[in-house]
C-alpha cells in the first residue's frame, strides 16, 4: 500500500473520532465467532464500507464490522470479522486493521480463529492456544519499504506469542474448567483445504493446527512490538492419513458449538488482564 503511514492515521482519526474512550484491547474474530463482540457494552459499531482505507470482509459468518466498547471494564475494540490473503487482498491490506489498531492505543491483540486439527490428540471443538507459527503461505506482509516510525526493518519474532501469556491463558482455562491445548499454529494461503500429502507434511515440520489466517496480523502486531495472546477453535480434524470431505458450512457449524465456552475465555481472560 502506497503511502501507509498516512493511510493508518487516517482511518485511526476517522475512527478515533466516533469514540469517547481509547481502546486498549484489540480483538480479531475468526469464523463463527464474531458473536462475542455482541458482548461488548456500550458499543460504537463502524462498518469497514465507512472507514477510509479499509478492505471489506466477504467471507461468510463474518460481518464485517468494527465493535468498539467496553467488554469486563476495559475497552476494546473487535474486528467481527477479518480479512484474508485467498480474498485477493495483498498482505499489507490484510494486516491494515492491526496497524490502525496500534495507532489507535491498543497495545494487546487477541486473535482468534477456526482451524483444522492436525494434532491426533485434538479433537473437533478443542480450543487451542498457539504457542507459535509456521509461516507457510509463500509471503511475508513486512516485505516492501519498512516505515522505520512503525517497527524495525528485521523484528525479532522469538517470542511473538508471549510465553507469559500463554501461561496466563492456560492458568485462566484451567480455573474455568474448560479443556484446553497447545500447539503450534500453520498459516496457509487457502482458499482450498488441504491435500492428504499437504497436511502429512505440515504435521511432519511441527504443525499442530492449519487454518488460513493469524500469521499475518501476528507478524505485524510482533513488528510494532504489540502483544499477542492466540486461540484457535478446532473445527475439524485434518489428519492426513484419514481426511474426510469438508466445507465451509462444517467449520462454522463446530465454531458455532463451541462458542460459549470460547467466549468464557475470552471474556475472563480480558477481565484479568
Known amino acids: 500500500m502506497e503511502n501507509l503511514l498516512g493511510k493508518i492515521q487516517e482511518s485511526a482519526s476517522f475512527i478515533y473520532n466516533l469514540l469517547t474512550e481509547q481502546p486498549t484491547i484489540g480483538l480479531i474474530l475468526g469464523s463463527g465467532l464474531g458473536e462475542l463482540a455482541d458482548e ?15 478492505p471489506v470482509s466477504t467471507v461468510e459468518g463474518h460481518a464485517g464490522q468494527l465493535v468498539i466498547g467496553q ?5 476494546i475494540v473487535a474486528m ?3 480479512f484474508h490473503y485467498y480474498e485477493g487482498y495483498s498482505m499489507q491490506e490484510v494486516t491494515f486493521p492491526v496497524r490502525v489498531m496500534k495507532q489507535l492505543g491498543v497495545e494487546l491483540v487477541v486473535v482468534t480463529n477456526a ?5 491426533s490428540s485434538f479433537k473437533p471443538g478443542d480450543l487451542m492456544i498457539i504457542e507459535d507459527h509456521l509461516n507457510m503461505t509463500g509471503v511475508n506482509p513486512l516485505i516492501g519499504p519498512n516505515e522505520k516510525e512503525l517497527g ?23 480455573k474455568l474448567d474448560i ?16 491435500t492428504p500429502a499437504e497436511l502429512k507434511m505440515l504435521r511432519l515440520v511441527g504443525g499442530d493446527a492449519v487454518g488460513m489466517s493469524t500469521v499475518p496480523e501476528v507478524t505485524v502486531a510482533s513488528h510494532m512490538e504489540m502483544k499477542v495472546i492466540g486461540i484457535s477453535c ?7 492419513e484419514d481426511l474426510e470431505p469438508l466445507t465451509h458450512d462444517q467449520v462454522v457449524e463446530v465454531a458455532n458449538r463451541t462458542k460459549p465456552q470460547f467466549m468464557r475465555l475470552v471474556k475472563e481472560v480480558v477481565s484479568i488482564l
Open 40 to 54: 461488548i457494552e456500550n458499543p460504537t459499531k463502524i462498518k469497514y464500507t465507512e472507514i477510509p482505507h479499509f
Open 71 to 75: 467488554l469486563h471494564g476495559k475497552q
Open 80 to 82: 467481527q470479522g477479518r
Open 115 to 119: 482451524c483444522g486439527g492436525m494434532n
Open 152 to 174: 524495525p526493518r528485521f523484528p525479532d519474532m522469538s517470542d511473538a506469542y508471549s510465553t507469559e501469556l500463554v501461561s496466563f491463558v492456560e492458568e485462566t482455562a484451567n
Open 179 to 194: 479443556p484446553i491445548q497447545k500447539g503450534v499454529y500453520a498459516g496457509i494461503t487457502g482458499p482450498t483445504y488441504m
Open 234 to 240: 478446532i473445527t475439524d480434524m485434518a489428519i492426513g
